[in-house]
């Protein structure tokens, strides 16, 4: 291995080699530093525990291996720490001390229960951080301390059912994307995201959420895909996404949503998904801003939920007639004289110049075609015959 100063061509002075080259030659051969000299590493790195190293790529692969901490050996050149699969339970190794260098760490599916302050302590390289599918019920402050490039943070699968504030602060500059669903979380304290002030995308769906309101989404101005889906949100109040100019997908689909409020997506300039599917609002009216000319509305999910046969449900059909969108979904109106209309009967390439959702769906007998007619005429016969010969026998 060369290093830096370890030439050939050290320079002669006086017949001699000059005493400052040759100790700097002699410091570079005893101290071999990664941060002074580009020291490379061993292709061994890890290998103790059981672990496979790519020098090339710097992925260390400790997955499967009934692990309970983090290799414990100096491995500067690890870029990626995979420790899947693994039986770590508490998570309490300062990682910094033993790979300075991280950008990506898998703990998922780990049985880690509880994260030990300044953990991450020192760790400023790292962008991806996996501790989905674990055993955590809490996060506690400076969990996440010493985390500041860190962009993206999955959490999901865990067993959390309250957040608070100040646990994401250390992560405010830089993280875009937090992943919380599939949790038990039925509490989000007031200001709890606020420092998250770059975050685009925040997973929130199938947890226990009985309410949304401003306060919990606060300091979320760049947040652009908000996912509520498959909690047990009921309403949606006044002004709830008004802190959240930028949000461009919004789901609320799989909820017993029974109202939402004329003004809570009012504020949603750049709304371009919404997705209310199989929830139990009838009408709406509360969000026909969105099928106005001005909208930037393109997809609107609400199949699954049945709604009344009003001028709202009329607005709605006119904006997709209009709109360039071909992804329609099933739902239905409902009056007090017709039976559900569906609306998947009609598309864009329908013939008629009539959608069927505004014509009567239950058909009178005179309204039976000839051919209706003789097949019902077949049926009543071989019934008839069915019946002589039981009564025969």
């Known amino acids: 291995m060369k290093y ?4 050939t061509s050290i320079e002669v002075r006086g017949g001699k080699r000059s005493p400052l080259l040759m100790t700097v030659s002699y410091l570079a051969f005893i101290i071999g530093s990664s941060e002074v000299f580009c020291y490379r590493g061993t292709p061994t790195c890890g290998t103790q525990d059981g672990c496979t190293f790519d020098a090339e790529i710097g992925i260390l692969n400790c997955k499967s291996l009934k692990m309970q901490t983090i290799p414990l050996e100096l491995c500067p050149e690890v870029k990626y720490l995979d420790m899947r699969y693994n039986d770590l339970a508490r998570l309490s190794t300062q990682i910094y001390n033993y790979h300075p260098n991280l950008e990506i760490l898998n703990l998922g599916t780990t049985g880690i229960t509880t994260i030990t302050p300044d953990v991450f302590k020192k760790c400023d390289s790292i962008h991806f951080v996996y501790l989905d599918t674990n055993e955590m019920t809490t996060l506690k402050r400076r969990s ?13 699968a865990n067993k959390l ?8 602060d250390p992560l405010n500059k830089t993280l875009r994307y937090l992943d919380l669903s599939h949790n038990a979380i039925m509490k989000i304290e007031v200001g709890s995201f606020q420092p998250l002030t770059n975050l685009k995308r925040l997973f929130l769906q199938k947890n226990q959420l009985t309410h949304i309101n401003s306060g919990m989404l606060r300091g979320l101005q760049s947040l652009t895909h908000l996912y509520l889906s498959n909690n047990q949100i009921k309403y949606i109040p006044h002004n709830t996404f008004k802190n959240l100019p930028n949000l461009t997908d919004l789901k609320l689909g799989h909820n017993p949503m ?3 409020h004329n003004g809570a997506l009012y504020h949603l300039a750049k709304l371009s998904f919404l997705d209310l599917m199989s929830t139990q609002i009838t009408t709406l009216q509360n969000i026909s801003c969105l099928f106005s000319k001005s909208s930037q509305l393109e ?3 609400i199949s ?7 001028a709202s449900f009329e607005s709605w059909r006119k904006w997709y007639k209009g709109s360039a969108v071909h992804n329609l979904r099933t739902t239905t109106c409902v009056s007090n004289d017709d039976p559900p209309v569906t609306m998947e009967w009609w598309s864009h390439n329908s013939s008629s110049s009539t959608p069927p959702l505004i014509n009567k769906l239950l058909l009178s007998r005179s309204d039976l075609n000839i051919g209706t007619r003789n097949n019902l005429s077949v049926i009543v016969f071989t019934a008839m015959m069915i019946l002589s010969i039981s009564f025969n026998i």
Do not use: A, E, N, R
């Open 4 to 7: 830096p100063f370890m030439t």
């Open 144 to 156: 996440f301390d010493g985390l500041t490039s860190l962009q993206y943070l999955y959490l999901s």
């Open 161 to 168: 059912s309250h957040i608070k504030p100040m646990i994401f």
């Open 258 to 260: 029974v109202s939402i």
């Open 299 to 301: 997809t609107f999910y």
């Open 304 to 310: 699954g939920t049945t709604l009344v046969c009003d």
